[in-house]
């Protein structure tokens, strides 16, 4: 799979999910009669667009071996550490 389709992909993913996520929390708040700041959602907002715009231009000049070396990378990293905390709670010791 080409790196450009690899990164669309897990970004359609992550969208999703983010969107889910945030859903919920927007209707636990309300249930509990609390608002959410909106404020925080535009800085989290205005950064994502920023890097976004950075990471284009990375990525146009990194080539695309190193650019998939990195990811697997970053995979392998996050896989860890979400088995290191996710990991202790299914098997019963927290």
């Known amino acids: 799979m080409a790196m ?3 990164v669309a992909t897990s970004l359609v993913i992550i969208a999703l999910k983010s969107f889910s996520g945030f859903y919920k929390y927007v209707d ?9 700041d909106w404020s925080v959602l535009g800085l989290v907002t205005a ?5 976004s715009f950075a990471g284009n231009r990375l990525g146009t000049r990194v080539p695309q071996a190193a650019l998939q070396r990195g990811f ?4 392998v ?3 860890i550490y ?5 990991l202790p709670t299914a098997l019963g010791y927290s």
Do not use: D, E, K
């Open 72 to 75: 697997a990378y970053f995979l």
């Open 47 to 51: 950064l994502g667009v920023a890097g």
């Open 28 to 36: 636990v708040l309300a249930a509990q009669n609390l608002s959410f």
């Open 82 to 86: 979400i088995l290191s905390r996710s």
């Open 4 to 6: 450009h389709r690899a």
């Open 77 to 79: 990293v996050m896989g």
